[in-house]
């Protein structure tokens, strides 16, 4: 049975171990399968800190956009959806390597530098086009919960949370005239909106 993971595909030869372990000890992720038409583990590059990790074995991310419900009076449903704030979190799981802990690496805090948490920055790029599927600039640890069983890999999954993130697309704000073009999806809707035209507030 073969694993799948992050640029690499292990099998139970002794030359795909031996590669596996090579491609680990360097501290980099390379694809096997370059050209896939579809997005997989096998074609990504996980990168902490700009540094590629080939250690790990997933990554996950939920981006939560937090919204207050506007009401009127005698109107079962909210007149519109007022954004409040953004929500980014996530997990990293990693198979734990003697002497490359994520304290050891400086991914999270131990207990003389808890006040000093530094902020990691976490990468998924395309191998065959080096695009940006996901990144955040300002993540912090904020959970690790470990896993050694006997004759098996020991796991580590951190648990994130980020200040922002982008995705394949840099963030953009809309313009003037796509704010004109389509009011009833841009303008502010309900009766701020309707006080902003009246008041011909931008």
């Known amino acids: 049975m073969s694993r799948r993971g992050f ?3 292990s099998g139970s030869s002794i030359a795909t171990n031996f ?16 050209q896939a038409k579809y997005l997989t583990g096998a074609r990504t590059v996980l990168k902490i800190n700009g540094n590629a990790v080939a250690f790990a074995f997933s990554v996950t991310w939920s981006v939560k956009t937090e919204v207050t419900e506007i009401n009127t009076i005698d109107d ?12 980014v979190t ?4 990693l198979f734990q ?4 802990s994520p304290q050891a690496l400086r991914y999270q805090s131990d207990i003389a530098a808890f006040l000093a948490n530094k902020y ?15 990144r955040a ?7 690790q919960q470990s896993e050694v069983n006997s004759e098996q890999v020991a796991r580590t999954l951190l648990t994130w949370r980020a200040i922002g993130w982008q995705a394949e697309n840099a963030p953009v704000k809309f313009t003037n005239e796509e704010l004109q073009s389509d009011p009833n999806t841009f303008q502010p809707a309900g009766a701020l909106g309707w006080v902003k035209s009246k008041l011909n507030i931008k």
């Open 7 to 9: 640029g690499r595909e």
């Open 19 to 34: 590669s596996n372990n090579f491609l680990a000890s360097q501290g980099a992720i390379f694809s096997l399968k370059p």
């Open 76 to 87: 079962p449903m909210p007149w519109e959806l007022a954004p409040r704030r953004i929500e």
């Open 90 to 93: 996530g997990t990293l799981g």
């Open 97 to 100: 390597l003697p002497g490359q």
């Open 120 to 134: 990691i920055s976490i990468e998924v790029r395309d191998s065959a086009s080096d695009a940006v599927i996901f």
């Open 137 to 143: 600039g300002s993540a912090m640890v904020t959970g």
